[in-house]
């Protein structure tokens, strides 16, 4: 027997899938509000093919308020089975990532999405609102461990593998569930047929988890002093006691918004609302991301530095010119104030290295303009400045930029210690040079960004449930290939920032 064409029964997963929100029509049934396709599905297909069918269209409908999903399939013709070899079980590989009801028969989901209540709204509380582009969005807050956050969890868990590189679904039965914070995006739209009602659309959602903080202790100056320095053995573990005040790190673990809903500046503002919201939280001692992907970097470290730079003690920050160089060539501990940067890091409960990063873009833009680096590729031999001809910088303007180069050189070094610790001293000082002018090509771009940014938001209103500040700021692609870290601990290296 011969062999099946196999091209002629393959088709490429990250075509073959359309998810789609629906909402009820005005004559009967559902009507599409949105239709997208995923970014990866190598994780569940291999080499992104699907085999077995011909014409093949894997429909998958989320009614857009409750996120309730249905599985469809249409095909022109599928694959008998052959030899062992037969179609692949479309059901059974989906089943793995959305919930039983996505697999009822297409009539019940429509009649469940007709059925959608007028009052429905989503799980939690509201935690803030505001407007976008002329629509109102809400961010609903919930714990793993209320019921209908978990069911509304578990029906869009399947965004996870098909638009995070390497992103993980959550346990949602895991024995800590209510460690997980669930923070859900909607835009309130009017309905077609009754334009004076708004419904919920689902925009995307984030995922954070606390980690809890347990320090060796130190003793106290007086009894009530030192609430963050809690030790497990301090702990009476016979008392009742809240274990939600205790001390913690906060981390976001996954954050999405759908394709429809991107490149409009709704994950900057998305983002500063939860940045917001444990910065006011009391027990959060610092807020950390999961491994985040060049365009989360982006649009976290825009909004990072427009937050920090609403502080005046943060704008305080500089680089103190009048400290003198060893010959030995130590480098300085304080060529900025370290004591005060450290403050403002508490306080803004930064991780050290998103952190310090942030603090080098600012004091690079603060850098006078003849050495100040800008938008140019470093691999292509330009100077500084671009193929422009740059103002002459004066012997202290040098200086200044050499001291920011420092601070920059030993924090990069510090990071990559392990790899560059395995080259040659000239190859190190070579790869040193060329990592820093790589991160000061990377902080141009953002800063060119950041500079560029025309600020909606201060004209369209917005209310939140805690004192209302924001740190919005939108995003972009990422060039360095250098380390990454598990933010708070000491990195490893992994494609991504410097
Ligand atoms: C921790 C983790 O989970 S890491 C994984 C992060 N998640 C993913 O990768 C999943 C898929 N991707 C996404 O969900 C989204 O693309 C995100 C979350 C990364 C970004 O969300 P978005 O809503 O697209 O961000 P936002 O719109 O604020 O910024 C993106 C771009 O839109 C631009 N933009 C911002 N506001 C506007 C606006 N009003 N109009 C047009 N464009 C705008 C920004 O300048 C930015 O441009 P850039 O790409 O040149 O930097």
Not at 207 to 214: K, N, P
Not at 449 to 454: L, Y
Request: aromatic letters at 10%; charged letters at 30%.
């Amino acid at each position: 027997m011969s062999e099946p064409e196999t091209d002629a029964w393959s088709a490429p997963s990250n075509e073959a899938i359309v998810l789609s929100l629906v909402a009820p029509a005005a004559a009967g049934g559902v009507k599409p509000i949105a239709s997208f396709k995923p970014k990866y599905t190598y994780t569940i297909f291999d080499d992104e093919q699907i085999f077995g069918y011909q014409d093949l269209r894997v429909n998958i409908q989320f009614n857009a308020s409750d996120m309730r999903p249905h599985f469809g399939l249409n095909y022109s013709k599928k694959f008998k089975p052959t030899g062992g070899t037969e179609a692949t079980n479309l059901k059974e590989v989906f089943s793995e990532y959305l919930p039983e009801v996505a697999f009822q028969k297409q009539k019940e989901f429509t009649a469940a999405v007709e059925r959608t209540r007028a009052d429905w709204t989503p799980p939690g509380k509201l935690a803030a609102t505001f407007t976008k582009g002329g629509i109102a969005h809400e961010v609903w807050k919930g714990n793993l461990a209320d019921p209908a956050v978990k069911q509304l969890l578990n029906r869009i868990q399947v965004f996870v593998p098909l638009y995070i590189e390497g992103g993980t679904c959550i346990d949602v039965d895991e024995p800590e569930s209510d460690r997980w914070t669930v923070f859900f995006l909607y835009q309130k739209r009017p309905v077609a047929h009754e334009p004076e009602r708004l419904s919920y659309v689902f925009v995307g959602y984030s995922t954070v988890y606390r980690f809890f903080l347990f320090h060796i202790p130190t003793p106290p100056a007086s009894p009530s002093e030192n609430k963050s320095d809690v030790s497990v053995d301090q702990l009476d573990f016979n008392q009742e006691f809240d274990l939600s005040s205790l001390p913690c790190r906060t981390r976001i673990s996954q954050f999405i918004v759908l394709p429809r809903f991107q490149q409009k500046g709704i994950g900057s503002k998305f983002y500063s609302i939860l940045f917001q919201e444990y910065l006011n939280h009391t027990s959060t001692v610092e807020i950390t991301v999961e491994d985040p992907n060049e365009a989360f970097d982006d649009m976290r470290d825009l909004a990072d530095l427009q937050f920090l730079r609403q502080l005046p003690e943060f704008n305080a920050l500089h680089i103190d010119t009048a400290i003198k160089l060893d010959k030995d060539g130590i480098v300085p501990r304080n060529i900025f104030d370290k004591a005060a940067a450290e403050a403002v890091r508490r306080k803004a409960k930064i991780a050290p290295r998103q952190f310090y990063r942030v603090l080098e873009m600012h004091l690079m833009s603060r850098l006078p303009e003849p050495v100040r680096p800008g938008i140019v590729d470093p691999e292509a031999g330009e100077n500084r400045k671009g193929k422009g001809v740059a103002a002459k910088p004066t012997k202290e303007q040098e200086y200044e930029y050499k001291l920011w180069q420092l601070i920059a050189k030993k924090r990069v070094y510090r990071h990559n210690k392990e790899l560059l610790g395995q080259l040659e001293v000239p190859e190190r000082i070579a790869k040193l040079e060329e990592t820093v002018a790589n991160v000061a090509f990377d902080y141009a771009r953002l800063l060119d960004k950041a500079a560029r940014r025309v600020d909606e938001e201060d004209e369209e209103n917005e209310t939140s449930d805690g004192d209302a500040v924001e740190a919005g700021s939108k995003s972009g692609k990422r060039k360095a290939d250098e380390a990454a870290e598990v933010e708070g601990e000491e990195p490893a290296i992994k494609k991504r920032k410097a």
